[in-house]
């Protein structure tokens, strides 16, 4: 392997550092602060990013059959374009409706450059052999909370939250624009095919209990991630100690990805998503009985389990399903996970607010039923 092919994962894996930390985590230190600039309440903020995981959802489907058509490498490179557009119009913002509209924009970004791509990318360039490649991305990616949210906070600090958003645009366009054209392989020219050999794929038994089971971990997830401090709370910690706590989740996510590379890297990732699926429920009966001394083991199963997660949402489809196809096939399966994740937020604020041990019952029962829908994935040929 040359040096240009061994600096594939690095290289996307950077992109979703920042990818990541300029999307999904930008709100998390610069919504109080573009609220109070535009005289509007945070929440307006929140919502919007709601939305752009609705826009994600929507356009996923069809970003994967784009990218099956020109190649993940394409893609990758318009995601970094338009995260940039998207953060320099939140920059220049002179209003709260153009602020929605950039965050709105996010959305966009998410859908073409949030693991799907970098995941094709790897499955183009090593087949049936991408699972490590695809572990080490992911692993990269879980930096994208545990540097993103310092980061954003330290810029913030020196400047303002416009230069922050800058500073994030500048690092797409300067620096993982640039790696992505010139160091990433462009995709080998396949045969001619038929008209119309390469139909529309269609729902089957093992898709649809795949994306189910995505959907309820990632429901979970997102879930967590919005409302882990306050849950940590209710268990009887201190603001100050939950906060703490919280952060836990991106260490616990990054060893168990580390896990994942060393030990699990030739087991079924059916094996990755059932552990999964119980570290969460495992963390939160631990918690709840434990009371406020064992209450961050809550954090840190969840951070395991979103994990092993994440790198099976890439590893998953293509051992069941093998590399055909699989950047259309991967959009299906994450699409209805997408529209979930867009109303877990909401939906988990409602139970916490009647009861956080309810809300931790409802989410380990999700990751339970999870678990149960393991059973009868195998191989195609098995």
């Known amino acids: ?218 429901v979970v997830a997102t879930a967590m991630g919005a409302h882990l401090p306050r849950l940590l709370e209710g268990l009887g910690m201190t603001p100050a100690r939950a906060a703490w706590a919280a952060g836990l989740m991106g260490a616990s996510a990054l060893a168990a990805r580390l896990f994942d590379l060393l030990v699990l890297h030739r087991s079924h990732p059916v094996l990755t998503v059932r552990l999964a699926s119980l570290f969460h429920p495992l963390g939160a009966a631990v918690a709840v009985f434990g009371g406020a001394k064992l209450a961050p083991l809550l954090a840190v199963g969840q951070g395991a389990g979103n994990g092993l997660l994440s790198t099976a949402s890439g590893v998953l489809p293509l051992h069941v399903f093998g590399p055909e196809r699989y950047a259309v096939r991967q959009a299906m399966i994450l699409t209805p996970a997408r529209y979930f994740q867009a109303v877990a937020p909401a ?9 956080p041990l309810l809300a931790l019952a409802l989410s380990s029962l999700i990751c339970l039923g999870v678990c149960a829908l393991t059973f009868g994935l195998a191989p195609a040929g098995e």
């Not at 604020?349 to 009861?355: E, K």
């Open 347 to 355: 939906a988990w604020a409602l139970t916490i607010d009647a009861s």
């Open 1 to 218: 392997m040359d040096i240009r092919s061994r600096l594939v994962a690095p290289v996307l894996g950077l992109g979703q550092i920042v990818a990541f930390a300029s999307s999904y985590y930008l709100l998390g230190v610069l919504a109080d602060p573009i609220a109070a600039e535009l005289d509007i309440p945070s929440g307006w903020l929140f919502l919007a990013l709601s939305a752009a995981f609705l826009v994600s959802a929507i356009l996923t489907p069809a970003a994967g059959r784009w990218l099956e058509r020109h190649g993940g490498r394409r893609m990758q490179g318009w995601a970094h374009v338009v995260f940039a557009a998207a953060l320099l119009l939140l920059a220049a913002a002179p209003s709260p409706a153009v602020a929605v509209i950039a965050i709105v924009g996010l959305g966009v970004g998410m859908a073409i450059g949030l693991y799907s791509s970098a995941f094709a990318i790897l499955v183009e360039i090593h087949g049936q052999g991408a699972r490590p490649y695809i572990t080490q991305v992911a692993m990269l990616g879980a930096l994208g909370g545990a540097l993103g949210w310092p980061t954003s906070r330290m810029l913030l600090q020196a400047f303002d939250w416009r230069l922050a958003c800058v500073v994030w645009a500048s690092a797409h366009l300067l620096v993982c624009l640039p790696l992505t054209v010139f160091l990433l392989p462009k995709r080998s020219p396949r045969p001619a095919e038929p008209e119309g050999a390469r139909g529309r794929l269609r729902w089957d038994r093992r898709m649809i209990q795949i994306a189910a089971l995505f959907a309820g971990g990632w």
